[in-house]
């Protein structure tokens, strides 16, 4: 019976999707708590190990967890030209005369500008229990470099291939009292983009993947999201749920990203948390996705606003001066537009009082439809289309 729901879910979800615009979700943000990694035992060795902090860290009002620190990531095949994070007093969607913003981070890929802006990449030592540690990225973003080095202009990344943008503002030692919490030691250890109210543009390209092998994990699957900074410090593609904050419920959000090979031009917005669902692997995506082009420049952005309220956008008019009003960021993410799809999340956190399998979001197998997913989404509201 299962199976028959969750093909006939699958033909409705196909024809219900629609190319959009602007893609929002309302009431991002709930009352929950995560686990922090208190320790790192032997991390080069077979029989390496993660401990988790016993106290919990609690959370709750507008864009949490997300509220804390993240990081910023892309994988390709994508070609990043320009970067910016932003900072705004209470800032709201839909409203000209709420706070502004203001450029605390910029990277140009044409004039080799990057401020507050480190690249790293995950091209350092291997761990069985953490897999491959982090390293200043070399100007092609996936070789390994002894010192903050910036992109190069026109750099392509293939497919699988993942670099990541922290701030150039360098962690504490390590430790659980510390400002960057426990993180693996051999790392360039940095923080990430901080802020409740927070903005990040981008422009890039995602051409079609011509070079790498089709057997490949991610084969032209590209994308752009958010961590916790937390998680990439101490392990990002571990297997042992103890060895990062992910599975606990700290935090991704996936800005841009093709979910599965078959759909290769959709671009879709996830939220992997415990807001309204427990199963944080599919976590909750908008239905509706924005196109990818092939051969062209595309420009957009993710802001937060100090409501809860989060507008992923693409616009030809996005700017990254170092002051953007409001009214310009209510223009490029109008949430009333035709062009706009929007899901409501809910309040409820559905957290599990345990935790087992990956640590992580698993990107590395791509996406994949799942039965609990099926039955979450059955129970809000699918039900009456069977």
């Known amino acids: 019976m299962i199976q028959v729901?969750?093909?006939?879910?699958?033909?409705?979800?196909?024809?219900?999707?629609e190319a959009v615009q602007v893609l929002q979700f309302d009431n991002f943000g709930y009352s929950g708590a995560y686990s922090r990694v208190s320790k790192l035992n032997d991390i080069y060795k077979d029989s390496c190990s993660c401990e988790v902090d016993s106290d919990q860290v609690t959370f709750s009002g507008p864009n949490t967890p997300l509220n804390e620190e993240v990081s910023v990531h892309f994988r390709g095949p994508l070609i990043l030209n320009k970067f910016g994070s932003y900072v705004s007093n209470g800032f709201t969607l839909g409203d000209d005369s709420s706070g502004d913003w203001t450029r605390l981070s910029y990277y140009d890929a044409s004039s080799g500008t990057a401020d507050n802006v480190t690249f790293l990449t995950r091209a350092g030592k291997n761990?069985?229990?953490?897999?491959?540690?982090?390293?200043?990225?070399?100007?092609?973003?996936?070789?390994?470099?002894?010192?903050?080095?910036?992109?190069?202009?026109?750099?392509l990344i293939n497919s699988n291939d993942e670099y990541v943008i922290f701030s150039n503002i360098s962690c504490e030692d390590s430790g659980l009292?510390?400002?960057?919490?426990?993180?693996?030691?051999?790392?360039?250890?940095?923080?990430?983009?901080?802020?409740?109210?927070?903005?990040?543009?981008?422009?890039?390209?995602m051409p079609n993947e011509t070079k790498t092998s089709t057997k490949i994990s991610n084969y032209n699957m590209p994308a752009i999201w958010l961590l916790n900074a937390q998680i990439p410090r101490t392990a990002q593609y571990s297997m042992n749920v103890n060895c990062s904050c992910w599975r606990s419920g700290c935090g991704e959000f996936d800005i841009f990203e093709v979910m599965n090979t078959t759909e290769y031009l959709h671009l879709y917005s996830t939220i992997h948390d415990y807001q309204g669902t427990d199963d944080i692997e599919s976590g909750i995506a908008i239905s509706s996705y924005i196109e990818r082009d092939l051969t062209g420049t595309m420009v957009g952005g993710v802001v937060f606003d100090s409501n809860g309220d989060v507008s992923v956008w693409v616009s030809n008019s996005t700017s990254f001066d170092e002051a953007v009003a409001a009214s310009d960021v209510n223009l490029w993410s109008n949430k009333d537009s035709s062009a706009a799809a929007t899901t409501t999340l809910s309040s409820v956190s559905l957290a599990l009082t345990t935790a087992s399998g990956s640590s992580s979001s698993k990107k590395g197998e791509g996406f994949a439809y799942k039965p609990s997913a099926l039955l979450n989404l059955l129970a809000a509201g699918l039900v009456y289309l069977i």
């Open 5 to 17: 729901l969750f093909l006939l879910y699958l033909a409705v979800a196909v024809l219900a999707k």
């Open 127 to 155: 761990s069985s229990c953490l897999g491959f540690g982090l390293t200043y990225a070399s100007d092609n973003g996936t070789g390994a470099a002894d010192s903050p080095t910036v992109l190069a202009e026109d750099t």
């Open 177 to 205: 009292d510390k400002d960057c919490g426990v993180y693996r030691s051999d790392i360039p250890a940095y923080h990430g983009f901080y802020g409740t109210t927070k903005m990040f543009l981008f422009e890039f390209k």
